[in-house]
């Protein structure tokens, strides 16, 4: 009976086998060693399992990217992709929320902060649960696993645990968190100093979080951050081993929804010390980071996106990068079959312990024609275009590529 009963539920979902044909042109293949350009051929099939059917949502891909280059052959390459994501939502009649995801990827392509095409397998696992205790409290547990293997420069992993408790529903639907997080890194030494990354921080935070007006929910965070890490990675010089956490968030639409019901938007600033400090960077001094995303569903058919951000972030050579950008794009379905959109970009990438600086241009073109039920065509272009004083990140990137899929 229990057997049977499993082979209905798993019953409930489809299975789809999915198989894309792609055909590309990359003027600039080798990034920016050479000026090469090739033709990539790639048969992409994949199998998918799909179940929205119960509490318990799940979804399951895996297949192989097989790729086939022109004139240069030794960057032929298959690719295993794998995924799986279980979600008990919300409005499941559960005891508890959360999601697991796993995920297995292999790719290549160019690196734009060492201007070299890199061979990368990703590996990357997360769990997350919200448990309630009692009627207004809630316990809150992650986790978080990403190891990254590459063919040349530094390999990296990155473990991630929290453990929080949230007390909901007071003064008028405002919500409290306590949270604790453990972040580790460590990576191979791939850098120009053969010293490699390891890294503890130990991240406290309180949150409080509560409606503003109609749909629109901010919070305010503040905490603080112990990194604990090798005196090496500075070349023997002082650090900061501490710094503070403050960060704003809002999450709905800004304008009502019942005067701008066509408006979506989120909005998150943090000010804080990078969380991954690379290779002599000291760590020391507070920067903004945040994100926007504001989309305009000008009519049925037409929609306006707004994205800026700012990150801090650590590259595939152990150095710290600061970030800031954004893009506007158009989307638009034509007919009853074609969607198009296009998109275009500024990014400033800052390299915080070498002279170098990047402006970025970024421009893209897609279109998507469903031709049946089953068969579907497209076609996408994207651009690069970089200006730096480091004469091997100074050049434009083309991408062209058209595409068929069949979904069985």
Known sequence: SSLAFGFAEFGRGELMLSTTARAAYDSRVWGGLREDGDYIFTIDPRLIYRREAGQLKLRGEGGLRVNRYYEYSELNSEDFVGSLKLSLPPEASSLATGSFETSYDEHTDVNYDVDQRIREKTFLTSLNADIPA????????????????????????????????????????????????????????????????????????????????????????????????SSAEVFGGPYDKGGSIFAVSLVGPFLPESMFPKVESSLSLGYQKAESPGI??????????????????????????????????????????????????VNQQIGNFTTAGISAGYEER?????????????????????????WSA???????????????????????SVSASYLF
């Open 134 to 229: 009692g009627l207004k409290t809630t316990l809150l547990l992650g986790g978080n696993f990403r190891r990254d293997q590459r063919n040349q420069f530094s390999d990296r992993e990155t473990r991630e645990g929290t453990v929080g408790f949230r007390y909901l529903d007071f003064l008028g639907g405002t919500s409290f968190d306590l949270r604790y997080r453990r972040l580790e890194v460590e990576t191979t030494g791939g850098n120009a100093w053969n010293i490699p990354l390891d890294q503890q921080s130990d991240i406290y935070t309180a949150t409080i979080s509560r409606p503003i007006f109609h749909d629109v929910r901010g919070s305010v965070s503040y905490g603080y951050r112990v990194l604990h890490r």
């Open 378 to 400: 497209g076609a996408d272009y994207r651009l690069r275009a970089v200006d730096s004083a480091v004469a091997s990140s100074d050049y434009s990137r083309n991408v062209i």
């Open 350 to 374: 800052k390299y915080r312990t070498l002279d170098r600086r990047d402006d970025v241009f970024v421009a893209t073109a897609s279109a998507t024609y469903r031709i049946s039920h089953a």
């Open 280 to 329: 002599n960077d000291p760590g020391a001094g507070n920067r903004f980071v945040g994100a926007m995303h504001l989309a305009w569903h000008a009519r049925e058919r037409t929609s306006l996106i707004f994205d800026a951000r700012r990150a801090v972030e650590l590259t595939i050579n152990d150095l710290t990068v600061e970030t800031t950008g954004g893009s506007i794009g």
